[in-house]
């Protein structure tokens, strides 16, 4: 089945809310203003129930199907993030943010559009048996806004079976899904580390420790846990980015800061990680006469699809595309997401849809493509006709 006459309808109002969002970003839990955008939406469209504040600022609706259940009522949860960046727009374009360093830089405006866009035609026709819950949710970038909604009841409180959760993809085309059972995004890990030399004169290195010097060798060092500690055939990814020391050009620091991220597919891996980094931490401490302190923050765990829902999503995305549309063994993507503790909760799966050629995820001149609204909001709609078929 191609995609729905009536979301086809939808398309320039559900654009419009989508532009509306977009020029009105806010970060993190601070998304006053768009979630009180969606309950106002979810209560005209004529919701069950709508539930605001949960996870500090998350919203939730419950549309109840009319047809009677052939067996047990069963509830899946749909989830759209709202959140924006700290990134200063550069599209130009008349919907462009109007809150300097603030912009939607990663399509949630798109995707909390599409959800609302199929909450109305849910609610409108409720052609499918048991309760379609959906989540708007805050803080996925780095605040685990989905930890705090699961934390406050989320799962219980809506008795939800199965929960879905989708995401745009630049360079992937409009109109087509890529998903996989199994580890789809990594688990994403914080690192920071504290050097304490001995600083000094710049020209008698000899009576210092210098925290520079510690901190090159560190870096240099901790390399080599992924090439040759990790099994070739596994993945992992360790990336310092951030390296603080000094303030003069002829004084050596007495101490340094490296900061940066770990990425891992599964939790062998991810022990492994930690493990080598204290381990090698150490060594370079004691080469070195520095004190060296590594705190290793552990953040958002692996987004792992089960298999069931990833059948069933392929299914209904393949009814939508056409199955030569729809990538069933996409490679796992070394970014994170916290939809990671949902798919902890429940059994469910995570899918990406195509937004074109346009410029990548956190870039100051992306923009979500308008286009893929029919294909992400036909898949929300069948998804739960198809899930919840009487």
């Not at 130009?92 to 109007?98: C, E, F, G, T, V």
């Not at 609302?116 to 959906?134: H, M, P, S, W």
């Not at 070739?232 to 002829?250: K, M, Q, T």
């Amino acid at each position: 089945m191609p995609i729905i006459n009536r979301v086809a309808d939808l398309q320039p109002e559900i654009m419009a809310w989508r532009r509306d969002l977009h020029a009105h970003p806010e970060l993190m839990y601070d998304v006053h203003r768009t979630a009180g955008f969606v309950a106002e939406r979810l209560k005209e469209f004529g919701c069950d129930e709508v539930v605001t504040g949960l996870g500090r600022t998350g919203v939730v609706g419950v549309i109840k199907g009319r047809k009677p259940a052939s067996g047990e009522h069963k509830v899946i949860g749909l989830r759209a993030d709202m959140d924006a960046l700290p990134i200063e727009e550069e599209t130009n374009l008349p919907y462009a943010s109007k809150t300097p360093g603030k912009m939607h830089a990663c399509g949630h405006d798109g995707h909390t559009s599409m959800l609302l866009g199929a909450a109305q035609y849910l609610a409108e026709t409720r052609n499918f048996a048991g309760d379609a819950v959906v989540i708007f949710q805050p803080a996925e970038e780095g605040g685990a806004g989905a930890a705090a909604m699961i934390k406050d009841g989320l799962m219980d409180r809506f008795k939800i079976d199965q929960v879905y959760g989708m995401h745009n993809n630049p360079g992937m085309p409009v109109g087509s899904f890529a998903l996989r059972p199994g580890p789809i995004m990594a688990a994403m890990d914080r690192i920071s580390i504290q050097i304490e030399g001995k600083g000094g004169h710049a020209a008698y290195p000899h009576k210092t420790i210098d925290s520079v010097l510690v901190g090159s060798q560190l870096v240099m060092a901790l390399q080599t846990i992924v090439s040759r500690t990790v099994n070739p055939l596994e993945s992992a990814v360790l990336s310092i980015c951030e390296f603080h020391a000094g303030h003069a050009s002829n004084v050596i620091p007495a101490t340094a800061e490296l900061r940066g991220t770990v990425r891992t597919l599964n939790s062998e891996v991810r022990d492994l990680m930690e493990k080598r980094m204290n381990e090698v931490v150490n060594g370079v401490a004691l080469q070195t006469g520095a004190k060296i302190v590594l705190d290793y923050d552990r953040g958002y765990p692996v987004v792992v699809n089960h298999r069931a829902e990833t059948d069933m999503a392929v299914r209904v995305a393949s009814e939508i595309s056409g199955a030569e549309k729809v990538n069933i063994d996409m490679p796992p993507v070394m970014g994170a997401e916290d939809f990671a503790y949902m798919l902890e909760a429940r059994p469910g799966a995570f899918i990406f849809c195509g937004n074109g050629d346009s410029a990548g995820l956190h870039h100051p001149a992306y923009n979500f493509n308008d286009d893929a609204i029919v294909y992400g909001t036909s898949y929300w709609v069948k998804l739960v006709e198809t899930t919840l078929a009487a």
